[in-house]
Nanobody, 115 residues
Framework: QVQLVESGGGLVQPGGSLRLSCAASGIIFSSYIMGWYRQAPGKQRELVAEMSSGGMTNYVDSVKGRFTISRDNAKKLAYLQMNSLRPEDTAVYYC?????????WGQGTQVTVSS
């Protein structure tokens, strides 16, 4: 059974940085995609960044150049480094794992960007 646990969210001022972590268990490290979605109040969940098992990455335009997705297979961790944060980045961030049509989600971690 796949389990994902996010951490690292919090309150940060505009222009600040946070690094989200996603601890994974029960996953198979081949032919998968891991990534991050976010959902702001009153808005639909949107893809933020994702990475394939082959290392290809994809980012939503609004975070390109500011966010970086990475992973540590040995530690079974995925990361989202978020720099130059803006108030519009405020949302609950969810880690996800997908393999052959089966998707698992973490419980989410709140990121609030405010002065």
């Amino acid at each position: 059974q796949v389990q994902l646990v996010e951490s690292g969210g919090g309150l940060v001022q505009p222009g600040g940085s946070l690094r989200l972590s996603c601890a994974a268990s029960g996953i198979i490290f081949s032919s998968y995609i891991m990534g991050w979605y976010r959902q702001a109040p009153g808005k639909q969940r949107e893809l933020v960044a994702e990475m394939s098992s082959g290392g290809m990455t994809n980012y939503v335009d609004s975070v390109k150049g500011r966010f970086t997705i990475s992973r540590d297979n040995a530690k079974k961790l995925a990361y989202l480094q978020m720099n130059s944060l803006r108030p519009e980045d405020t949302a609950v961030y969810y880690c996800y794992y997908s393999r052959y049509g089966i998707t698992a989600w973490g419980q989410g971690t709140q990121v609030t960007v405010s002065s």
